[in-house]
Structure formats: C-alpha cells, structure tokens
C-alpha cells in the first residue's frame, strides 16, 4: 500500500464525486476541489460561514455546502466556477439538506420539520411538502431516481407519501400500521418499502410501490426492539439489528424470516461452527487467527441511562451480497462478518479498542475498519492485514470510506486527511473461491 501527504480537512467533510474523478475537502469556510488522480487543487470557493454539511450532486457538475446555523445553502459549479447559487431559508431555520436524484433540486427540511422545501436550479421553482415527520431516516429515494419516500406525521398517526421525483407531483399516500415511524428504506430494486416502528415495539413492515403492505415481522414483544436495517444489494436480503444483540434475515419472497445470527460473549466450537475467529491486536504484535474457545469483551450498559449502549446498531453487506458486517454495540471492539450462503458465522475481527468505522470494497468482498489509532485493518476471505499509516504527528483514523472503483481508501482524522493506495491483489478473492 502507498499514502498521499497530509491535507487539511474540517468536521469529516470530504467527499469524492459520484463519477470518481474529484475529491471536495472543506476546511472551515472554503471548500477545496482536488483531481484525484494528481491530487492538484482545480477549484477553490469560499463559502459564508462554516460548513456543516456538503454533498455532491448526483452527475459531479455541481457542490452543494449548507451552514445549518444559518439557514444558508450556497451551490457551487464546476462547469462554470463563477456561477453560484444561494438559498436562504431566513427564520424557517434549516436542519438538513440534500439533493435530489437528478441533481438539478435541493430539498430542504426546515427546523422543528415544519415543511420540505424543494428547489429547482433550473426553473428557480420552489415546491413545499407538509408534514415531514421528526425521525431517524424519514426520507429515502429508490436507487433508479424515480420515487421518494417520504415519512409524515398529521392527526397522531403516521403515513407515507410516494412522489414522482420528475415532477414531485403525489403518487401515493397511505397510513401505516406503526405507533411511531422510525424510518423508511427502498430496497435497491425499488420495488419494496420498508418501515419500521420506534425501538419501543418491534415491527418491521414491508409495502409495495403503489402502498400495498406485503409483509408484517415482528420477533418479539414488550421490549427494546429494532435498532438498525438493511438491505442486501441483491434485494433478496433484508438485514435487521435489535436489542436483543441478534440479527435477524428476512429472505424476498415470502419475507420469512430465514437466519438469525447471534453475538454470544464466548464463542466454542459448536457456536461457530467450525469458522475461525481472528484477533487483531493494535500493539506490536502479529496478527494472529485464534481458535475457539474465545472471550469477547462485553461492556455492561447502564439502565439508568437513555440510549443504552446495546444491541446491533451497524449492519453492512458487501457488494456482492455473500457477506454482511455487523457490530454489537455492548461489544465494541468486534467486527463479526457473517457467510451469506453458508448462513454461518465466517470470522470475528477483534480489536483492543472499539471500532469506529467499517466499510465494505464497492467492488470486492474485502472490508476495511478503523479504531481512532494509526492503523489501518483490512480484511477478506484471504484473511487480515494491518498497516502503519506512514504519517507525521501521529495522525489517527478516525472514519474512512472507499473510491467508488475500490482502488484507494480515503482516512480521515480529526482534521486532516490521507489517501490509501491499494496494491492491485492486496487481500482480493472471488469470493466463490
């Protein structure tokens, strides 16, 4: 693996563009433009205050900054670097904002989630939506671009609203059967919504396009229920993380549920069926693979607290869905990577510190994670490497993310950043092998 040198960076805002040719960095109140193979800043803009939140429009012409503490959005170009675009919100406030498929409007969401605003670059129209409901992911657009979902919340009841992203005019409007929506996610064909209700009753609903519900699961009552969801980039797979510290897979056709991974505190022989745990330790010592018998370290949550630190918060399968990550959040310092055609167990990456970040190669079944230390940890079916980010000063990973094209990693720090290079055959399998 080679490193880039350090650059400067500000609140994790560093994004490379959907087409892969550009990396935006920004640093405080200016947003820096990079090539990303030479790494040569192309455009430098100014923004007018710091930057809380930036995104790239879907077809990498245009830049969106928004400074929620403002209410301001300013949009940059980089057809046409003197072009800008300003939209204030004034004493509506602002809380997020984002772009729509097309890249062409924004949609923002004002404070106390009184409305969502949509605006046109081209046309300069501005449409509203009512309603929004206040949740942890109450908008979602089908991976085509042609619909968005979107949470409401009127009269005490919750609903979904399907628009037509062409023209945002109402395709469908229904009530669901939750006490109090926690968000909506389309799977990656677009052909199934899913719901889910709060942690405090678990239910997961599955509906169709035109606001037929499909499906209802519920694994059990009267306590802590769904804490995560997630679908496989198949759509045959749907991934749910609970309380209870167990996953559990819903197959597409009869949304049965068909596997149930558990994260037990000691893993033996016959729990991990005849797979390999592998420990990663971050002190100078080998990676090593252990055999079980294994003790993972499990961190009580304190029940006088809200938001116990329990249960699977992170679930994420590989692109080419044989594998799915996850992480028990009582048991931080673990990775476990479960085998989607076996429907087994295949490794645990256990650390000395608790994971910060894990993400999955677009293009190979290989897995990166971090710790908040100098190290970068991969892993594959071919097994587990750790690198030294040869870096000054001590530079920590703190949160990472892939190039579209798999070939380099992105490390960021508190508030620099660094490019991974990756050998061409570093950890790299058919996963069929």
């Known amino acids: 693996m080679n490193f880039s040198e350090l650059f400067k960076q500000s609140n994790q805002l560093c994004k490379v563009s959907p087409d892969g040719k550009y990396l935006a960095t920004c640093v405080q109140y200016r947003l820096v433009v990079r090539d990303v193979s030479t790494l040569q800043i192309l455009h430098l803009y100014t923004c007018l205050d710091q930057v809380s939140h930036m995104e790239w429009s879907s077809d990498s012409l245009f830049i969106l900054c928004a400074m929620y503490k403002r209410g301001l959005i300013q949009v940059w170009s980089l057809e046409q670097p003197d072009w800008h675009c300003k939209i204030d919100e004034g004493s509506i406030g602002l809380v997020s904002s984002r772009w729509s498929p097309d890249g062409r409007h924004i949609l923002n969401t004002t404070e106390f989630h009184l409305r969502v605003t949509v605006w046109s670059l081209c046309t300069k129209a501005v449409s509203y939506m009512k309603y929004p409901k206040a949740c942890q992911k109450g908008i979602d657009f089908s991976k085509d671009g042609g619909y968005m979902a979107l949470a409401e919340r009127r009269d005490c ?3 979904v609203s399907i628009f037509v992203c062409e023209d945002w005019h109402l395709l469908r409007n229904f009530e669901t059967e939750t006490q109090d929506l926690s968000g909506l996610e389309w799977s990656p064909n677009g052909c199934v919504l899913a719901v889910w209700d709060s942690c405090l009753e678990y239910k ?65 022989n016959t729990k991990a069926e005849g797979n390999f745990v592998l420990s990663v330790p971050e002190l100078p010592h080998p990676d090593e693979i252990c055999a079980p018998p ?140």
């Open 204 to 268: 997961v609903l599955l509906y169709s396009l035109d606001g037929r519900l499909l499906s209802t699961y519920s694994a059990y009552e009267w306590s802590l229920g769904v804490k995560c969801v997630s679908w496989s980039p198949s759509s045959q797979f749907l991934a749910i993380g609970s309380y209870d510290e167990k996953v559990r897979i819903l197959n597409h056709i009869t949304w049965g549920k068909i596997a149930q991974f558990e994260h037990p505190a000691s893993i033996d």
């Open 157 to 159: 009841k919750d609903y």
């Open 294 to 433: 294994i003790q993972i370290p499990v961190v009580k949550p304190d029940p006088d607290r809200a938001n116990p630190k329990i249960g699977v918060s992170v679930l994420a399968f590989s692109s080419d869905s044989r594998y799915l990550a996850s992480r028990n959040d009582n048991m931080a310092t673990a990775v476990w990577v479960w085998d989607m055609q076996k429907m087994s167990l295949e490794a645990v990456l256990e650390q000395t510190a608790a994971v910060r970040c894990f993400q999955w190669d677009p293009r190979h079944p290989r897995l990166a994670l971090c710790t908040g230390n100098s190290k970068l940890y991969l892993w594959s079916p071919r097994g587990c490497v750790s690198v030294q980010v040869p870096a000054e000063g001590g530079f920590q990973v703190q949160s990472l993310s892939w190039h579209c094209s798999g070939d380099f990693l992105i490390l960021l720090g508190k508030d620099q950043l660094c490019l991974c290079y990756m050998d061409e055959h570093a950890l790299v399998q058919d996963a069929t092998l």
